[in-house]
């Protein structure tokens, strides 16, 4: 399934319900988040309004339904990483793999290079073997995006009592 009415727009507090709904199924069902509980509805709203305060926070439509969300925040603390940002996009689970990501991902990056922002890193979750708990697909998404691995990390990660393993890609723009 493929769309071509795919509307981007910024996220909003009031979306919270709607992308806690997206991002939920992967905290409880997956290690793409090590997050290991849900948060509350209140706590979702809170990270919207603290990340578009600062970074774009994007939400992507069909049908007049959000089926996916991408937004970056600061990499690090300190002044020198100001051109450096974390990436992060999450997408219906019935939705993947349906040309949502591409176009979700370009806007964001658009946005923040508009901004000044340079360096654009993505930390994705790595197991050896796929399973029921985790995939390649989003190292996949990344490579295709662009990004190239520069960091691994092992078994900085434990959820459904097993260790996996953190990659980081970034992707340099002008």
């Not at 509805?41 to 919207?48: G, K, V």
């Not at 305060?53 to 300190?78: D, N, Q």
Request: hydrophobic fraction near 35%; aromatic fraction near 12%.
């Amino acid at each position: 399934m493929h769309y071509n009415d795919i509307t981007i727009r910024n996220a909003t507090p009031d979306d919270a319900e709607a992308l806690l709904g997206i991002y939920a199924p992967y905290v409880e069902q997956t290690a793409i988040t090590f997050e290991i509980e849900r948060p509350t509805l209140a706590d979702f709203r809170r990270r919207i309004e603290t990340i578009s305060a600062e970074f774009p926070y994007l939400v992507a439509e069909t049908g007049g339904h959000i089926v996916g969300y991408s937004y970056a925040h600061r990499f690090r603390e300190r002044a020198a990483y100001n051109h450096c940002v974390e990436m992060t996009i999450y997408l219906d689970r019935e939705h993947r793999h349906s040309g949502i990501g591409k176009p979700l991902y370009t806007a964001l990056e658009q946005r923040l290079t508009a901004m000044g922002k340079r360096n654009l890193c993505a930390s994705i979750t790595w197991t050896d073997e796929e399973n029921e708990y985790l995939t390649h697909d989003s190292i996949h998404f990344h490579k295709k995006m662009g990004y190239t691995k520069v960091a691994h990390f092992h078994e900085c990660g434990r959820k459904f009592n097993r260790w996996f393993d953190m990659i980081w890609m970034e992707k340099i723009v002008e």
